[in-house]
C-alpha cells in the first residue's frame, strides 16, 4: 500500500519538473520546482517507512503529463493532486499504527494544500 505512494511521488515529481521547464514564466517554474522537491520528500518519507518496516519500495512512474500548455498543466496537477489527497485519507482512516496515521495524513494536507496554490495559479491565468 505504501509503495503506491512511493510510485504516486515519483510520477508527480516527474510531472512537475516537466511542468517546470515548460513553463512559459518564471514564477510558474519556481512554484511547479517547490511542490516537486516537497513530493521529494513525500517519497524519502515513504521510502523511509517502508524501510523500517523491512519492505523495499519499488521506484517506478506510472503515465506522466506532458501538456505544454500552463491551463492543461495545472488543470491535470490539480486533478492528481484531489486523487492522491482522497488516497491518502482513506489510507490514513484504515491505518492503525499511530505514527503512520500522522505522516499519511501531513502527507495528505500537503497535496490538498499543492492542489490549491495549482487552482490559485490557474485563475491568474485565466483556465
Given at each position: 500500500?505504501?509503495n503506491?505512494?512511493?510510485?504516486?511521488e515519483y510520477?508527480?515529481i516527474?510531472?512537475?519538473?516537466?511542468?517546470?521547464?515548460?513553463?512559459?514564466?518564471?514564477?510558474m517554474?519556481e512554484?511547479?520546482?517547490d511542490?516537486?522537491?516537497?513530493?521529494m520528500?513525500?517519497l524519502?518519507?515513504?521510502a523511509?517507512e517502508?524501510?523500517?518496516?523491512?519492505?523495499?519500495?519499488?521506484?517506478e512512474h506510472?503515465?506522466?503529463?506532458?501538456?505544454?500548455?500552463?491551463?492543461?498543466m495545472?488543470?491535470?496537477?490539480i486533478?492528481i493532486?484531489?486523487?492522491?489527497?482522497?488516497?491518502?485519507?482513506?489510507m490514513?482512516?484504515?491505518a492503525?499504527?499511530?505514527g503512520l496515521k500522522?505522516?499519511?495524513?501531513?502527507?495528505?494536507?500537503?497535496?490538498?494544500?499543492?492542489?490549491?496554490?495549482f487552482?490559485?495559479?490557474?485563475?491568474k491565468?485565466?483556465?
Open positions: 500500500q505504501l503506491w505512494g512511493v510510485e504516486h510520477t508527480v516527474l510531472q512537475y519538473l516537466l511542468h517546470s521547464y515548460t513553463a512559459n514564466d518564471e514564477e517554474k512554484e511547479m520546482e511542490q516537486a522537491i516537497n513530493e520528500q513525500h524519502g518519507w515513504l523511509e517502508m524501510i523500517d518496516g523491512g519492505r523495499n519500495p519499488v521506484i506510472k503515465e506522466v503529463d506532458r501538456s505544454k500548455k500552463p491551463a492543461d495545472l488543470k491535470a496537477d486533478d493532486e484531489e486523487k492522491v489527497a482522497r488516497e491518502y485519507d482513506r490514513a482512516g484504515e492503525t499504527d499511530p500522522k505522516l499519511l495524513t501531513r502527507i495528505r494536507d500537503n497535496e490538498i494544500y499543492h492542489a490549491d496554490l487552482r490559485d495559479r490557474l485563475k491565468k485565466g483556465g
